[in-house]
């Protein structure tokens, strides 16, 4: 915050001598900064002058803060330093090129910058105490967040003021994403390591890609994927979908939790890195271990989780792939890694570039070839070229090492710039040219439109198949919107002004057509079915099994009578009659499903009788039956009790 402080009095100084309107957009964003840190830290505590003081009053006087602050994205060229800004978080990103040196040392201060300026990646949210207090007296100054590094001992401010051999350090954006990139030499500082380095800041990630990593040394070469401060006692660390104990490597993703969720920080590593280590230290130290000049005895305590790509002592043609991802939860971090929202589509010391849903995005080494199947580029660029449909393209570049060379863009077709456009771009047939002499690495940007020859061939032969379709096979509702689909898309074909996007959409309506045609139903197993019961007599059958046939025909009667009745009506019609059919009971016939299977005979009683079961007891049928039966027992009963009295009598 007192870093902060000092840029508000610096730029309410600045905004007395500007125009009136560049010291409003100043004002509202003094302001704007203020009202968000709120009442964690009194900027007008202890200013450094009267003029300080002054001037913040006079900004809050005259400027409101935005209620939603605005996202941004630039690169400044001149100093070789990227910022981002969105709703959720920041990043800011410190290189160094053959313009700008490395770090700077004097009167004893900034004594372990070394590798502040190797790539270092700021990764701020809502972790206002992140790069805070005590942060540069106890981070390991060998392994910051985003540097490729060799850690070898270096002296107090050894090799500062050192300029890279290389230009190529900056990017292009389109002011909301960028591809920033950075050829890392480290030959004016005694050291032997390269690398090619790039960042693809999208909105809620940052692809970070690494290629042609070569250099030796009595340690070790790493790629530090960051040093996170964190408080041991809330946060809790996820590794590959566990709980952070004493795991030494990360296979697939990590996951920093904090007990505020906007703070959480995720890493997903891609396959075929280097091993990627994990540790947690606690360390110690003072401002006076870096800064002679103002010596403080104040003792700082900070703890550290590092994530680093170890390429060892000697590394030839390394390279790395991670994604780093503010803000998110552990599901979210390890459905990114099993379904990345990127595709790499190079990471070679030529060219490194990603594809996003719409668009592309790269750093051009030396040159490119066929980049995406799209364009081929001449000369080292940073790019990004975003579909807008129907063939037309946002292109923006930049060319980071500032030489002021033209470069050409080679599409498969011709190209036609569209809408208004700077003098900066012009086209010749198939080439796309950019000037970019005197934009000190500025990006620019400009809408084409490619000259594609529309494929037909495609709906050609979706029509045909709509073609030999016969209007009898399906319902009329159906076929109706199939004929319309069909009569739309032959006027299509038959255009030769139309677009590939209004050919492509009339071949997936006609292909909806066609999907969505319902056939006429089949009868004829229906209509045998009611002339076979039609031939039954009901004075064969009981009345129940009669009337239970006679429903199941009066709804299949009903099926026919539909107008487009469905494939599954009718079956399920067909069905029921030939099921009530089979199960018509004959008026002489016991009824089957009153059929019982055979059972065991009962033990037999005292007199030697078996018990008699429910199988041998008279069962529901013919009434006629039951009354015989009982006449006949009458009768017998009858007969021997006239047997019995005539014995008796003639003893």
Do not use: C
């Not at 040392?105 to 502040?116: F, I, L, Q, V």
């Not at 060379?405 to 086209?427: C, D, M, R, Y």
């Not at 198939?430 to 020859?453: C, E, I, M, Q, W």
């Not at 539909?562 to 030939?578: I, R, S």
Request: a neutral charge; aromatic letters at 6%; charged letters at 20%.
């Amino acid at each position: 915050m007192e870093t902060g402080k000092e840029t508000l009095a610096n730029l309410t100084l600045i905004a007395e001598a500007t125009p009136a309107t560049l010291k409003q957009k100043i004002y509202q964003a003094v302001a704007t900064w203020v009202a968000q840190v709120g009442e964690r830290y009194n900027f007008y505590d202890k200013p450094r002058d009267y003029a300080a003081l002054n001037g913040l009053k006079t900004a809050l006087h005259q400027a409101t803060a935005q209620k939603d602050d605005v996202s941004s994205l630039n690169i400044y060229g001149a100093m070789d330093r990227v910022m981002q800004k969105t709703p959720t978080h920041a990043v800011g990103i410190a290189m160094y090129s053959n313009r700008i040196a490395n770090f700077e040392y004097g009167n004893t201060e900034n004594s372990h910058a070394w590798h502040t300026a190797d790539g270092m990646v700021y990764l701020y949210n809502n972790d206002l105490n992140q790069f805070g207090e005590g942060y540069w007296a106890t981070v390991d100054p060998y392994r910051l967040p985003g540097t490729t590094v060799d850690t070898v001992s270096l002296t107090d401010g050894e090799k500062s003021s050192s300029k890279s051999p290389q230009a190529w350090v900056g990017g292009a954006t389109d002011g909301t994403i960028a591809s920033v990139g950075m050829a890392l030499n480290k030959a004016n500082e005694g050291q032997n390591l390269q690398a090619m380095k790039s960042w693809f800041l999208l909105n809620d990630q940052i692809i970070n890609l690494g290629a042609n990593i070569n250099g030796t040394t009595a340690a070790d070469i790493e790629t530090i994927i960051d040093q996170r401060q964190i408080d041991p006692a809330t946060t809790k660390i996820t590794v590959d979908g566990q709980v952070y104990t004493n795991q030494k490597t990360v296979s697939r993703w990590a996951n920093i939790n904090t007990t505020d969720p906007e703070n959480n920080v995720g890493y997903i590593i891609a396959k075929g890195n280097a091993p990627i280590t994990i540790n947690q230290a606690t360390r110690t130290g003072t401002y006076k271990d870096i800064n002679g000049y103002f010596p403080s005895d104040t003792v700082y305590k900070h703890t550290y989780a590092t994530l680093a790509a170890m390429h060892g002592a000697t590394v030839k043609n390394g390279s790395y792939e991670y994604v780093t991802v503010p803000n998110a939860t552990d599901t979210k971090v390890a459905q990114l890694a099993q379904s990345p929202d990127y595709m790499v589509l190079a990471n070679t010391g030529e060219l490194q570039a990603i594809k996003t849903k719409d668009q592309v995005m790269a750093n051009v080494w030396t040159k490119a070839d066929q980049l995406d199947g799209l364009v081929s580029i001449d000369q080292p660029a940073a790019v990004i070229i975003k579909a807008l449909g129907n063939n037309v393209y946002q292109l923006t570049a930049a060319e980071p090492s500032q030489t002021g060379n033209l470069i050409n863009f080679s599409f498969n077709n011709p190209v036609h710039l569209q809408g208004k456009t700077e003098a900066l771009f012009s086209t010749n047939g198939h080439v796309l040219t950019f000037n970019p002499a005197d934009l000190a690495g500025a990006s620019r940007a400009v809408t084409f439109k490619l000259d594609v020859p529309v494929d037909r061939t495609t709906l050609a032969a979706t029509i045909k198949t709509a073609g030999n379709l016969k209007a009898k096979d399906y319902t009329k509702a159906s076929f109706a919107t199939l004929t319309q689909a069909l009569t739309e898309a032959k006027a299509v074909i038959a255009n030769l002004a139309t677009d590939q996007q209004t050919v492509d959409d009339a071949n997936t309506a006609l292909v909806a057509a066609i999907d969505g045609l319902v056939k006429t139903a089949d009868t004829k197993a229906l209509q045998a079915a009611l002339t076979a019961a039609a031939k039954l007599d009901a004075k064969t059958y009981t009345d129940a099994s009669w009337r239970d046939l006679q429903a199941a025909i009066d709804a299949a009667k009903d099926v026919l009578t539909l107008d487009e009745p469905t494939q599954v009506m009718v079956d399920h019609a067909t069905k029921a009659v030939l099921t009530a059919q089979k199960a018509l009971v004959k008026r002489s016939q016991t009824d089957p499903s009153s059929k019982t299977p055979p059972t065991k005979p009962l033990p037999a009683d005292k007199n030697g009788r078996h018990q008699k079961t429910q199988a041998d007891m008279p069962q529901t049928g013919d009434k006629v039956i039951q009354w015989l039966s009982l006449a006949g027992v009458g009768m017998l009963l009858l007969i021997g009790g006239l047997m019995i009295w005539r014995k008796r009598r003639e003893q």
